[in-house]
């Protein structure tokens, strides 16, 4: 019996220690560019991005113990006629690329239903946002690509 009281009470020390907070954190205006010229079909544009302090704001949690993240929404800032469809992927130094957004030229967004591990590109000292986009006409520019991302977190903390 003693054997069982003692793990029980350092169990209940340990959970009484931690705290649970969410959070949604919108990002500022965020600009991925391809350099021109580029043709009709498919395209890529990036951007190497590290959350600063602007980024978290208020939220960014003290002695983070785990965290679960989700992208929420996405937002197309841009308006080029030219562009039919944006996919947006993340890839972190660490972390291999995957899927998160796609959204049409009717400016319909679909999120991605299974995002694994998005947390670690918080950790990793940068990620990679790719826009895979496909554009109606040649374009013999640079092309900006604008997003907004909304992530709604749960930390855990001591």
Do not use: H
């Not at 006409?137 to 903390?157: A, G, H, P, R, S």
């Amino acid at each position: 019996m003693r054997y069982l009281i003692t793990p029980l009470i350092l169990s209940l020390l340990l959970v009484g220690c931690t705290t649970t907070e969410s959070a949604e954190i919108e990002t500022s205006s965020l600009t991925l560019t391809a350099e021109g010229p580029l043709f009709e079909g498919n395209n890529t544009a990036t951007l190497e991005w590290s959350p600063d302090n602007s980024f978290w704001g208020e939220n960014k949690p003290e002695n983070l113990k785990s965290a679960k993240v989700r992208l929420i929404d996405i937002t197309l800032l841009s308006d080029d006629a030219a562009i039919k469809d944006v996919t947006i992927q993340f890839a972190g130094e660490k972390t291999g690329m995957q899927k998160i957004a796609f959204m049409d030229a009717s400016g319909s967004v679909n999120i991605a239903d299974k995002q694994e591990n998005l947390a670690s590109f918080f950790q990793d000292n940068f990620s990679t946002i790719v826009a895979d986009f496909d554009l109606s006409e040649d374009y013999y520019d640079d092309l900006k690509i604008e997003v907004k991302i909304i992530f709604q977190m749960e930390f855990t903390t001591n």
